[in-house]
């Protein structure tokens, strides 16, 4: 009687954390984001492979996602916001990003297409330069 008890004790704490993590992983997929945020804060310094990175940025990603990743009003959200946090948006989900494009699913800026040009190697440091403006910001 013991094992059963404890048994069912278990099954439903196990249903109640499955419920709570699709909630909680739903309602960050809900998020719309509509407006940009252009304060960023910059890290003092950034590693040598972030540098690399923001040179590749400049040259690729700025013209949409703005300087420091801030975002443009109208044309490319944020990088540094809460929703590209690694857990959220992990990096192999920016490289597929990058390789393939993306369809809109949390901004209402439309589709993202493929950027053309850039190696998996070059995205790897972009990820590396937006990751260490995400840690200055506080979005881990």
């Known amino acids: 009687m013991k094992s059963v008890t404890a048994f069912s004790a278990l099954a439903v704490a196990f249903g109640l954390a499955s419920a709570l993590w699709l909630s909680v992983n739903n309602s960050a997929d809900d998020i719309i ?3 940009v945020s252009t304060n ?5 310094t950034l590693s040598q492979n972030a540098q690399i ?3 590749a940025f400049e040259a690729k990603c700025t013209s949409c996602h703005g300087t420091n990743a801030a975002g443009r009003d109208g044309v490319a959200p944020p990088l540094v916001h809460i929703i590209y946090e690694p857990n959220h948006h992990g990096d192999e989900s920016i490289q597929r990003a990058v390789a393939m494009g993306v369809q ?3 901004w209402s800026f439309g589709n993202m297409p493929a950027v053309e040009g850039l190696t998996r190697g070059d ?3 972009i990820i590396k330069y ?11």
Request: overall charge positive; aromatic content about 0%; cysteine-free.
């Open 40 to 44: 960023v804060l910059l890290p003092d």
């Open 33 to 35: 984001i509509k407006s």
């Open 53 to 55: 990175g923001k040179l």
């Open 130 to 140: 937006i990751r260490e403006l995400q840690r200055e910001n506080g979005i881990n």
């Open 104 to 106: 809109a699913h949390h």
């Open 123 to 125: 995205v790897k440091m």
